[in-house]
């Protein structure tokens, strides 16, 4: 027998039809959503498919989000460097702290507490680039998420990666090692940055990509220095850098995408690259806001994640949608700019579609059954005029159940899929051999 | 017997020392901190002394919040009217709104409900100012809050004051009722802006507080249309228009302070009037960023506040002190520029001194027993390296337990003061009231 839930008493939150439907039902078949509808168009059949009955009275349902852009390992480094300008916060702190700290097994444990702080605060796929990318998927797979999974390749050493003449074999080994390996997991490739990697290594690295037809990343756009970084050498901007070594096309995916100009924004527009934006991280770096409103006119492809958690610090997608639409009103100094709707969709349908994951992101027969129920019968989310209320008024700690490719992995608050303690303390672990590792290079 | 709390085993998050400090423990003695330390400082008189005993491991102890701004009423109108212009807003929108639905059982009902998000979320203390105050001023003694709660004064029909002409005489009657009545309520008056008010409504307010010695309330400098409806007359900005008005002193509190020049900040500077910014409510209503960070270096007193929930539209102050902090990083450019603890800061002791609730808002003996729990052991706040993640990670929603005033208002999550179920009732009744009248406008 195939499993079936059966969602019934919800609020529908269906972002294409913009409106909130009371009385809504959800039936899932497999990983499948089957059928979705009110109480007058519901029939016994539902009722005796379904392998698990939820009543959620008082509780809105809306699709999982997704996280367009993490570094999932990186929670080991929350909090540990604050309150810094990017380029001192990286080569100062991160990387050091990534030279000394980065292996395996953390890589496998922090991806499992990011994996866990997702799914606490609703969000059922997430796109990840780091390295020992492999440890990263077996978490993913462990915590019952769905992740595009992208191994970093730079032209400096690495973690797993101590020769960069290496880094484009590493990539192909873990390519072999995942495509087709797990439903839930697409394997990519991550290029790091126009400023970390020769153009033989961004061509290389993208021709791999085309040729296994998997998505290709790499940050662009995202600091003033940055800008003068590609602008010295190549004299051109970086989408223009990456545009002219054939990189931009549909699946190639550019995060950040602060720094533009028109001809940029052409680019962008004409190769139908995608956009993945993280509003709170460019807040904390000082980095600048993304013209999103501006791209979305232009039709550019925009999506929104969280960024690694040492420069967010936070992978709540609820809050990073909040601070895109505010940041956006701020941007243009006009608060119709960009609609709590508008990046409700980023968060979910457009961020789906950019990442390649298919009929994913939406509430509609057909599509993944990746979903989360909110209780909003709380003091913060009283009274609820529309659904607006999703971005400016909740937070992923208002999500009770979230089911993922048709599996329950976390109900009540409780995450099923796996003991959330036990990676706690193993992080903790972790951590405590940093603080360990600065008190004797302080002392 | 007096009342005393003994709360042990807790991380401390001490502000002044700009420290965690473990394995802590204090001691309330009535409304006050009796005393602070950690387990080695501890001896048997506290636990002998003590009628209630928290146990507190795994969680952080840290001053209660103090929302430096709120018109708390205006939870009814959360989500009605988001995405538009300040102006659009609030003419199209709220006024009418308010014309339609403020009344007595109005404001005291969603007040109250406004006080439940605040508890929950960890904010022990609020400065509201609406209209029939009084009620506002019901809900906050009756849910066990701190507040300042000051009467509305505009030269417009408003609620409770259909002739403008009665507007200081409203006022007045207002502080007759309730200076002296309760040690957790401060009255006060809040002229609503110097665009809405003339200059003898503006001059009588502030004489009014002035002889009373009570705080005074204005907004100021909010939005480039201001600026332009008081240059047009006036010739000045708003905040030489009040300097000249001899409205700037100590006593006196400006609510946003975001389009200033260097004049302004002189004059903000030399009279030692207060600033209280609201970050998410600047960014939602499109109206800038507060230049905090010249505002401290000038030593101008900033605080920090949410706005009325329809402009935000949550009350919770953690992540209003995430977003003042990030929001000066971009409004600089530099990541430097505003630190989690300033934020903090801004959030708890500037917030007690610039509103006059004297020893409150530090963890220090002597001071007000306004005190918060937070529960660190979540996938979200791990690792804890230090408490910025009070800043950059905490949301209010890792609140456990709130003492006001020596007092147990919340426990476990659950609001110990008063029916919250209830409230949230009444307040639907009263948001379905509005559906229908605007059911019948559109019909």
Known sequence: MTDSILIHNCTLAVTAADTLREDGWLLTRGDTIAAIGTADTRTQAETTEATTIIDAQGKMLAPGLINGHNHCAMTLFRGLADDLELAAWLTEHIFPAEAAHVNEEMVYHCSKLAAAEMILSGTTSVADGYFFEGQAARAFVDSGMRAVAAQGVIDFPAPGVPDPAGNLEAAARFLDEWQDRNPRITPAIF????YTCSAATLQ???????????????????????????????????????????????????????????E?????????????????????????????????KRNIRVGLGTDGCASNNSLDMFREMDILSKTQKLHTLEAT???????????????AEILGLGKTGQLLPGYKADLILLDMQQPHLSPCYNQDLLVYGASGADVRSVIIDGRLVMHDKKILSFDVEDTMREVRRLAGAICEHQGRNRG
Chains 1, 2 share one sequence.
């Open 191 to 194: 290029a790091h940055s126009p």
């Open 204 to 262: 290389g690295a993208k021709r791999m990509a085309m040729e296994r037809q998997v998505p290709f990343f790499i940050h662009a756009a995202e600091s003033r220095q940055e800008q003068e970084m590609i602008r010295e050498p190549r004299g051109t901007s970086p989408v223009r850098h990456l545009a002219a070594l054939g990189l931009l096309d549909p699946d190639t995916i550019c995060i950040h995408g602060i720094w533009l100009d028109e």
């Open 264 to 296: 940029d924004l052409d680019l962008l527009a004409q190769s139908r690259a995608g956009v993945i934006v993280c509003p709170q991280s460019h807040l904390k770096l000082a980095s600048g806001i993304a013209p999103v409103s501006a791209m979305l």
């Open 337 to 351: 700019s960009l609609s709590a709707r508008q990046a409700l969709r980023c968060a979910t349908s457009s961020n």
